[in-house]
């Protein structure tokens, strides 16, 4: 069983910069597509970055251009690099695959923006 374990949120005032991790149990190596969602208070969990295994990344009109999803095999880690941050990107943030079966959720990491 593939466990998630996701860190780096905490409280940042907007404009502020945060680096998320999320460490796998299991290698990342051969998984075709992962990526970071996000869960805001009151609302259904979002994708908000995804990246694929020729490299390539894609992301949500809300956040592109300020955050920066990234990997690193040999640590099978998966990154969110969260620059220009705004209140309205508060939520728990949680990584697992894109399509497919989902992995068990892990506990997520609570983001908080604001002054």
């Known amino acids: 069983q593939v466990q998630l374990v996701e860190s780096g949120g905490g409280l940042v005032q907007p404009g502020g910069s945060l680096r998320l991790s999320c460490v796998v149990s299991g290698s990342i190596f051969s998984i075709d597509r992962m990526g970071w969602y996000r869960q805001a208070p009151g609302k259904q969990r979002e994708l908000v970055a995804g990246?694929?295994?020729?490299?390539?990344?894609n992301y949500a009109g809300s956040v592109k251009g300020r955050f920066t999803i990234s990997r690193d095999f040999h640590k099978n880690t998966v990154y969110l690099q969260m620059n220009s941050l705004k209140p309205e990107d508060t939520a728990v943030y949680y990584c697992?695959?894109?399509?497919?079966?989902?992995?068990?959720w892990g506990q997520g990491t609570q983001v908080t923006v604001s002054s």
């Open positions: 697992n695959k894109i399509g497919g079966s989902a992995w068990s």
């Open positions: 990246i694929f295994s020729d490299g390539s990344t």
